[in-house]
């Protein structure tokens, strides 16, 4: 592997910053996950986040609903994408992360899924390096924390590279006929999956971008699926300044 050492951390703005430049940074250190799944802490400054997923549908879905967290939760899906996306999801972390012990709670079996050999294929293709999974983010503004999914290098000639986050997606996803619209100020948008991945995407960006002093280039949403592979960028509207001051706004103002 290439060394990603020599920018320790990335300029403001119009830079192509190399993975360390998050990988390395000092809010990393601090950051842990509260034990269940319950958001995030940083230690120094004693302060938690909540998980993304819950905030964004809350601000942005129409008609979501507050779901009682004491009443009984509706059944957990058997669904068998939820497996898949799951059993994805720690093969690409045991591949990733476990380089010299094994940091998997259950280490996945030996039989990778199609699924992650298609992800690895198309990385080995498009010459990206995956140098961390799960690689936790948290933002102070929104006051929310994430994981991203993959954190690499993508090599584009010699000394033309530049740090790349990947979303994984199991499934292609459908579209509806006639969705409703987003709540402002993304009432633009049709809510539907696709949407939802690029305005999560949006939302890593601008953690990256605000608390982190990294301005990403290249975000991909890579939806793996039964008869190939999709790799999308994020969209026009999740790069407008206009637009992710005003996600911004609306997040934070929802915070609780
Ligand atoms: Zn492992």
Redesign the pocket.
């Known amino acids: 592997m290439k060394s990603t050492n020599i920018l320790k951390y990335a300029k403001r703005k119009g830079s192509s910053p190399r993975s360390s430049a998050l990988l390395e940074h000092p809010i990393r250190e601090n950051c842990e996950e509260i034990d269940g799944n319950r958001g995030f802490h940083l230690k120094n400054e004693n302060l938690t986040f909540p998980g993304v997923t819950r905030r964004i549908k809350e601000v942005f879905y129409p008609g979501f609903k507050h779901i009682d967290k004491n009443k009984k939760r509706p059944r957990k899906g058997t669904c068998s994408s939820i497996s898949i996306g799951n059993r994805v999801h720690s093969e690409l972390?045991?591949i990733t992360?476990?380089k010299d012990k094994?940091?998997?709670k259950e280490?996945?079996k030996k039989r990778l899924h199609r699924f992650t050999k298609k992800a690895i294929d198309k990385f080995k293709e498009m010459e990206i390096t995956i140098e961390e999974s799960e690689v936790m983010i948290v933002s102070r503004g929104m006051r929310l924390g994430t994981r991203l999914d993959l954190v690499g290098t993508m090599f584009k000639g010699q000394e033309n590279e530049s740090m790349v986050v990947v979303s994984i997606k199991t499934g292609i996803p459908g579209t509806y006929r006639n969705p409703q619209k987003m709540n402002a100020p993304l009432d633009f948008l049709g809510s539907e999956p696709r949407n939802h991945n690029q305005l999560q995407g949006m939302i890593e960006h601008i953690i990256l971008d605000r608390d982190y002093g990294i301005d990403v280039q290249e975000y991909l949403i890579m939806y793996l699926g039964k008869d190939g592979v999709i790799v999308e960028s994020l969209e026009s509207w999740c790069r407008s300044k206009t637009n992710r001051d005003n996600v911004f706004s609306a997040v934070s103002r929802a915070k609780h």
Do not use: E, G, S, T
């Open positions: 972390f045991h992360n476990c094994c940091l998997c280490p996945p």
